[in-house]
Each structure stands twice: as structure tokens, then as C-alpha cells.
Nanobody, 115 residues
Framework: QVQLVESGGGLVQPGGSLRLSCAAS????????MGWYRQAPGKERDMVAG???????NYADSVKGRFTISRDNAENTVYLQMDNLKPEDTAIYYC?????????WGQGTQVTVSS
């Protein structure tokens, strides 16, 4: 059974930081491209950051310089370090595992940036 379990969301003030984690099980983790997506109310789900099995990364322009994605292949976990958070970062954040043949989603974790 495939599971992607996100954690680390919460309420933070503007300028603050959060670190999201996504623990994967039931998949050959190193074979998957791992990504973080987010969906704000009334908006589409958009990619925030992605990382290949060899740690090549890409980011949405809106988070470049503020967010950092990383993965620990020994722990089957992908992280999203979010710094200098802004109110517009408020959304549900989803973990995604992707190959040509398979695509899996976590249940999401809420991030709220507000004073």
C-alpha cells in the first residue's frame, strides 16, 4: 500500500519559517521524482518545488530564494524548508511522487501565514 504522509504545517507569522516533511512508504522511493504542490482556496493546485532522484531541483518563481526542497533517500522522506513566509503562501501543501507509470498524492497539510 502506497502512503505519502505530510507533516509540519501550521500557523506562522509573516517572515517566519516552517519545515514540511513527507514520509513515503510502499514505493521504491529512489525511483520517483518528488514534488511539493500547493492549493489555495479557489485556485488550482500548482507545483512549488521538485527534486529528482539525483537531487536536481526546480522551483516556482514565487518561492525561489525562500523555499528549499531536499530528500533523504535512506529515510524515504522529502522535505520543504520554507523561510520568509508571506501571506500569499497560505495554502494546503501536498506531497507528490511521480514516475512515467505512477503518480501518488499525500493527504495535504495546511500552512497558514498570518499575523
Amino acid at each position: 500500500q502506497v502512503q505519502l504522509v505530510e507533516s509540519g504545517g501550521g500557523l506562522v507569522q509573516p517572515g517566519g519559517s516552517l519545515r514540511l516533511s513527507c514520509a513515503a512508504s510502499g514505493i521504491p522511493f529512489t525511483s520517483f521524482f518528488m514534488g511539493w504542490y500547493r492549493q489555495a482556496p479557489g485556485k488550482e493546485r500548482d507545483m512549488v518545488a521538485g527534486i529528482t532522484r539525483n537531487n536536481m531541483t526546480n522551483y516556482a518563481d514565487s518561492v525561489k530564494g525562500r523555499f528549499t526542497i531536499s530528500r533523504d533517500n535512506a529515510e524515504n522522506t522529502v522535505y520543504l524548508q520554507m523561510d520568509n513566509l508571506k501571506p500569499e503562501d497560505t495554502a494546503i501543501y501536498y506531497c507528490n511522487a511521480d514516475t512515467i507509470l505512477h503518480n501518488y498524492w499525500g493527504q495535504g497539510t495546511q500552512v497558514t501565514v498570518s499575523s
